[in-house]
């Protein structure tokens, strides 16, 4: 009966025993480490977080506001009437800025409806994003739905470009962590408009469309500010992913998505629901445009060409931007450039170039041709222009052997060469061809009163390239006689004491000192001639005489202060030895030759009163946000020249182009004043001339340097006189005038001394103070003989003959000496006639070292 009792003591005292008690204190205590190490390893690992995330946020970059916001935009060069010209971009910089004001607010709520709902409420980073995410992760077994707000996307855009390179998981999660601290100090800095504004002109949106400007172009062929709400939907539904949901490709994902966009706008209010059964209902795919427009493959062009070069070394002087950062500025920055380039001019100017009727009959094609060769092997061979011009050379003896009859034969040639080459089957050959019309030509056109470029046209023929051979700009070319006006006559007028009435020693070819002689073109030699005859008739030796007596030094700076960069003086390592200032650069026989668009300033000096403007082709650059990064509205200027030597020069000039070497270029509707230039065997061919408007300039000649003597001396200056008649259709007529300090006065022609009556008189203009204060000494004539005089002779000398006839010798009489001074005038002695400075006129190219 008592069993239950006896057992139940029993019990207690098992359970109250040492040995049971101590193990129960084991087992507590061990429950206590448990807990202690488990609190432990928290610690530990929190701070170990701790100190990992501190460690990122450490290394993250500062970031502010000009960070994140978009970066390779185009680049857009208008007109100064406002009419756009081109653009300038790069790859990856396809993208036009747009303010949040020129974007519907149909798209900034499209964007922030379906990839960041909370965005008007979060920080910068939605942590109920980040918790609702990882919940639907961990019910679905896959993490793909984001949380990331559109400041992270962003700042993601634009801070880590690179994220697609992630490797590894330490790598992503780096980066996200600092994505997310820097979401949230962007958003200290920036409003949410800022924000959005700067996602939105970032965005990928396929089809390499960045931002939303290039999207609604791309797709829709129309401005971003005239989407619909069906078309905005269509654009926010490609971002979460651009390949799988664009719309030309992807057409039915890209529906399915833009539902998507449409029911989260009526979610979150930012539609009605009539608007979005409307754009529910609209056939939106069938205004995608399925192909997308030509890309432009046209090439800059050559005005664009230099204007880009321009800009960049303008940057980089002014600015103390590096090459890098000014070619990045202008292919990627989006600026916008107002050039000086009128596309009326321009037009013209290529019109008229393009004119193949107004070149040599028999045009011929030069070659340009570079070639590499990878072999199977791998090893890389490079064959140039000048390996393939010294194959034609030796094989057939030509003397200009990368000129040809036609481009058939040209490429003939190509392939005989590369025959010779050994190309092999596993051999990959590159090869560059460019076959260019002969000869060739450059026109530049400017704006004298402004130095304002109008028109550039580097070549003739197609341009195939971007930054090609630009011969207005990149060549430079021997200026013959275009040099007499600049290097010589407009010093000798400015401060050398000469007038236009000044006699020039020209007796005979003027001696280099060195075994060389230099000739008139004609080789005509009067004695003497006036400045104004030598420029009219481009006399090589009264150039030379005159430069020699005023210096070749001062002929030397003049050439500098008219913008002529390419002169050297024993300054440049590529010339080592040689100098200009020499007395061939009277004639244009100079080291390197001269650029072009340089020649043109410097004649459009002489059009400006003897003012120099550097050339302009922009007038200002803004940067992407509008503020002005170049500024050319108010130019540098410097006087170069006396106004009233610059209004004798064009005086002067005016007759070379009514009765001298330039008629071929006279103008219908506006008197014209200019030079013309012709180097030895007709090499280069030059007008630079002008009209109280417009200074122009052209160039003829073949890339090979090929003489043009037998060909027509004068279709450059038909070429001038073309564009510039229809340059100045429409303009009022207007004549040079002559400044108040300059006057007329006769003076005799052949000593330039005021004329007394018994002087062949000229009438000439001087400057003030250029006057000639003394009167010629007089020229003695033998006076008239009277008749009852001659009666009295003739009987004296019948007289003596009769004597003679007798026996005695009679005494010889004397010859009586007449008294008479012989000779003709300069002007009576003839010279170039026109047409142009007939061919080996001037000096050789080559000066002396």
């Not at 100090?185 to 959005?196: F, G, H, N, T, W």
């Not at 030509?398 to 058939?408: I, R």
């Not at 402004?450 to 070549?459: D, F, L, Q, R, S």
């Not at 080291?591 to 668009?597: A, E, P």
């Amino acid at each position: 009966m008592n069993y239950g009792k006896e057992n139940l003591e029993k019990r207690k005292k098992n359970i109250s025993s040492k040995k049971n008690m101590k193990k129960k204190r084991v087992g507590v205590r061990f429950f206590k480490a448990m807990i202690i190490c488990i609190l432990l390893l928290a610690i530990v690992g929190v701070g170990g977080v701790g100190l990992f995330t501190k460690r990122i946020i450490d290394n993250t970059p500062t970031v502010t506001p000009s960070d994140v916001k978009p970066k390779g935009f185009t680049s857009f060069v208008y007109a100064e009437d406002g009419t756009l010209l081109e653009s300038f971009v790069q790859a990856g910089s396809n993208r036009v800025f747009k303010s949040i004001d020129e974007i519907p607010k149909y798209l900034a709520d499209a964007f922030v409806a379906v990839e960041d709902a909370r965005f008007y409420q979060h920080n910068g980073i939605d942590l109920q994003g980040i918790l609702r995410a990882g919940i639907k992760g961990i019910a679905a077994g896959s993490f793909d739905e984001g949380a990331s707000t559109l400041t992270q996307q962003l700042i993601k855009n634009n801070v880590f470009p690179n994220f697609v390179d992630e490797n590894t998981f330490y790598d992503k999660l780096e980066r996200k962590l600092q994505e997310q601290y820097l979401a949230l100090e962007i958003e200290k800095q920036m409003s949410k408009e800022e924000v959005l504004e700067s996602y939105m002109n970032t965005v990928n949106l396929g089809q390499s469309c960045l931002g939303v400007q290039s999207a609604a172009k791309r797709y829709f062929g129309k401005d971003v500010s005239a989407l619909t709400l069906s078309e905005c939907a269509v654009i926010a539904g490609i971002t979460q992913n651009p390949t799988a949901y664009d719309p030309v490709v992807n057409p039915e994902n890209n529906a399915d998505r833009r539902n998507i966009v449409l029911k989260d706008m009526l979610d979150q209010g930012y539609i009605s629901q009539a608007e979005y059964d409307e754009a529910k209902a609209d056939s939106v795919y069938d205004r995608i445009i399925a192909t997308p427009p030509a890309e432009d493959t046209n090439p800059y062009s050559y005005f664009n060409d230099e204007l880009s070069q321009q800009i960049i070394r303008d940057l980089m002087e002014r600015k103390d931007f590096t090459e890098t950062q000014a070619y990045n500025a202008l292919y990627s920055g989006g600026l916008t450039i107002t050039s000086t380039q009128d596309p009326r001019i321009q037009q013209i100017c290529d019109e008229e170039v393009a004119n193949e009727a107004v070149y040599p009959w028999g045009t011929e094609y030069g070659l340009e041709y570079v070639l590499t060769i990878t072999r199977a092997n791998g090893n890389v061979e490079n064959y140039s222009k000048e390996m393939m011009a010294a194959y034609i050379g030796n094989t057939y003896g030509k003397d200009f052997p990368l000129v040809f009859s036609s481009p058939d034969e040209a490429n003939a040639a190509i392939a005989e060469y590369k025959n010779t080459l050994g190309i092999a089957e596993g051999d990959t050959v590159d090869e560059r061809i460019n076959i260019t019309p002969q000869p060739q030509t450059s026109v530049v056109v400017m704006e004298q009163s402004t130095g304002k470029v109008k028109a550039i046209v580097g070549g003739r023929g197609a341009k195939t390239t971007s930054l090609s051979l630009n011969r207005a700009t990149d060549s430079t070319r021997q200026p013959g006689s275009c040099f007499k006006i600049l290097s010589t006559y407009a010093p000798a007028l400015d401060t050398g004491g000469y007038t236009l009435a000044s006699a020039i020693d020209n007796k005979g070819p003027y001696d280099y000192g060195n075994g060389r002689k230099a000739e008139n073109w004609d080789r005509v030699y009067p004695g003497k001639s006036t400045i104004r005859y030598s420029i009219e008739h481009s006399i090589n030796v009264a150039a030379l005489n005159t430069l020699t007596a005023i210096g070749f030094k001062t002929g030397y700076d003049y050439l500098q202060n008219f913008g002529i960069t390419t002169l050297v003086n024993n300054d440049d390592e590529n010339y080592p030895g040689y100098t200009d200032v020499q007395a061939a650069t009277a004639l244009g026989g100079i080291t390197r030759g001269v650029y072009n668009l340089e020649m043109t300033a410097a004649y459009a000096t002489i059009a400006n009163n003897g003012t120099y403007i550097e050339p302009l082709l922009y007038t200002q650059v803004l940067d992407h946000d509008g503020n002005i990064l170049l500024d050319n509205t108010t130019p540098a200027t410097r006087q170069v020249l006396k106004d009233s030597t610059a209004a004798l020069l064009t005086n002067a000039m005016q007759d070379v182009i009514t009765k001298g070497t330039g008629t071929a270029a006279r103008m219908y509707n506006m008197p014209v004043a200019g030079k013309t230039g012709t180097t030895e065997n007709s090499t280069d061919l030059w007008l630079s001339a002008y009209t109280p408007y417009y200074t122009a300039s052209v160039w003829g000649g073949y890339d090979e340097n090929k003489p043009m003597e037998y060909m027509d001396q004068s279709w450059h200056m038909v070429l001038w006189k073309n564009i510039m008649n229809r340059v100045h259709e429409g303009l009022t007529y207007k004549d040079f005038t002559m400044p108040p300090n300059i006057s007329q006065k006769t003076v005799c022609s052949e000593t330039g001394l005021l004329a007394v009556s018994s002087c062949k008189g000229i009438t000439e203009y001087f400057a003030d103070g250029s006057i000639p204060s003394q009167y010629c000494s007089g020229h003695y004539v033998a006076p008239p003989e009277d008749e009852d005089k001659k009666e009295e002779d003739k009987k004296e000398e019948d007289k003596k003959e009769e004597e003679a006839e007798k026996p005695e010798e009679a005494e010889k009489p004397e010859v009586p000496d007449s008294g008479a001074e012989g000779g003709t005038t300069p002007e009576e002695s003839g010279g170039e006639t026109g047409g142009g400075d007939a061919g080996g006129g001037d000096v050789p190219a080559a000066p002396d070292a």
